[in-house]
């Protein structure tokens, strides 16, 4: 069966930094772009980073300069490194999987599967 297992998240200081992972497993992980997403109580799914079969990364305006989204194939795992966390950074952050590569990255709709979701908190 399809999974995608978040860790990673839990609570920081402002500033700091946090490195969530996705384990994958019950398809061809290298096969498919990857995403991840953020989401607070009372709004939509954000879109937050991807990663294409080639390595090409894309992020919101909001995470750029302090996210960084990488895969390792061999491990079957996405990765997301937070850095210069702000509070504004809180959420829950979920993984996803893309079968078709979809130039609409940035939307909920071109994912197949996804993760369970990991809370982040940024708190002083």
């Known amino acids: 069966q399809v999974q995608l297992v978040e860790s990673g998240g839990g609570l920081v200081q402002p500033g700091g930094s946090l490195r969530l992972a996705c384990a994958a497993s019950?398809?061809?992980?290298?096969?498919?772009?990857m995403g991840w997403f953020r989401q607070v109580p009372g709004k939509e799914r954000e879109f937050v980073a991807a990663?294409?079969?080639?390595?090409?990364?894309f992020y919101v305006d909001s995470v750029k300069g302090r996210f960084t989204i990488s895969r390792d194939n061999a491990k079957n795992t996405v990765y997301l490194q937070m850095n210069s966390l702000k509070p504004e950074d809180t959420a829950v952050y979920y993984c996803a999987a893309d079968q078709y590569g979809s130039t609409n990255y940035y939307s909920t709709r071109a994912y197949d599967y996804w993760g369970q979701g990991t809370q982040v908190t940024v708190s002083s």
């Open positions: 990663i294409n079969l080639r390595g090409g990364t």
């Open positions: 019950g398809f061809t992980f290298s096969s498919y772009a």
